[in-house]
């Protein structure tokens, strides 16, 4: 291939001097986005704390902006929605830490007799002269259970170091909302500065429908919880199940907050701790809840989200899959209020036009008179 003559006619002049500046350029790019990745790995656990406290801000923004309408110094709202929200969550856990300590006591003093219990079937149907005595000594001498003992002991000294680590990221967390929903304002006018006027009005929009589409979605699966934990409450109640308030708290909150499994493992505690009571009743229990899921899918969750904000099951699973697979367990939890908001984006900037015709028949449908 020829060269670009200059205008003497010598050739290569024209890009003389410039392969070095492009090689300068292409190494100053590369050596930046290794630096950014290297940033985005170092500080990958701020940057999901500060994303967490994002969303729980959108969430929380509406009441603030609530209590700010209504004369309220906007710090001072924010404060009192964060307390209503310590208070319910200190609340939970006493409920929750109670019960598993009351029943944890229960099953140890009946291990004893659990353990009479499996010795005399053994030793009728296998003809066996075991002793409840003789077996525990022998438990006790095996070197395979000390060895489990002694992993369960390390393995609540690694949790209780964990608990401690979920405390701090939880108060970074809430220190961080705090100062989102506090300065809102101010933070948008920090944003809206370095764009030009048309972007602007973009911008706010999208972060009014952020907003929106976030609450919506929190407040509709605090009212379904709501619902759930009354219900379940009162039914346990009736049937004579031990701690029918935290079950049904648990319930409740569980079944509507944990993403695709939250259902299943919401009711797998209030049936466990009837079947410790009454097998018959641990039916009961098993089949209330299927019901009552059925009762919610049906009836109850399509009426309350018409109002805040619907998410097709098929995006909603599919969402939880992809944050799950990108972020882990904190990803789920942030796929659903995700999905939410970019339903909603694509909504307001998607047109739809009238379908003309049955999708399953191809039935042209009957023209609707112009109003």
Known sequence: MEQPAAADGRPGDRWRGRPPRDVALLLAGTAALVIAFWLVFRLRSLLVMLLISFFLSFALEPPVNLLAARGWRRGLGTAVVFVAIVVAVVLFVAALGSLLVTQIGELVDAIPGYTQQVVDFLNDRLGTDLSAGELADQLRANQGVKDFVNGLAAGAVGLSTTLVGLVLQAFTIGLFTFYLVADGPRLRRTVCSVLPPGRQEVALRVWDLAIDSTGGYVYSRVLLAAVSAVATTLFLTLVGVP?????????????????????????????????????????????????????????????????????????????????????????????????????????????????????????????????
């Open 243 to 371: 701690y029918p308030l935290a079950l049904g708290l648990w319930v409740g909150l569980v079944s509507q907050f944990v993403p695709t499994v939250g259902t299943y493992l919401a009711g797998a505690l209030p049936v466990l701790i009837a079947l410790l009571d009454n097998p018959v009743t641990a039916l009961w229990v098993l089949a209330f809840i299927v019901v009552y899921q059925q009762f919610e899918n049906m009836i109850l969750s399509p009426k309350i989200t018409a109002r805040t904000m619907a998410l097709h099951p098929a995006v909603a699973f599919g969402a939880v899959i992809a944050g799950g697979a990108i972020m882990g367990p904190i990803g789920a939890l942030l796929a659903l209020p995700a999905a939410a908001c970019g339903q909603a984006l694509v909504s307001i900037y998607l047109h739809r036009y009238e379908v003309i015709a049955d999708p399953m028949t191809s039935t042209p449908y009957p023209a609707r008179r112009a109003r």
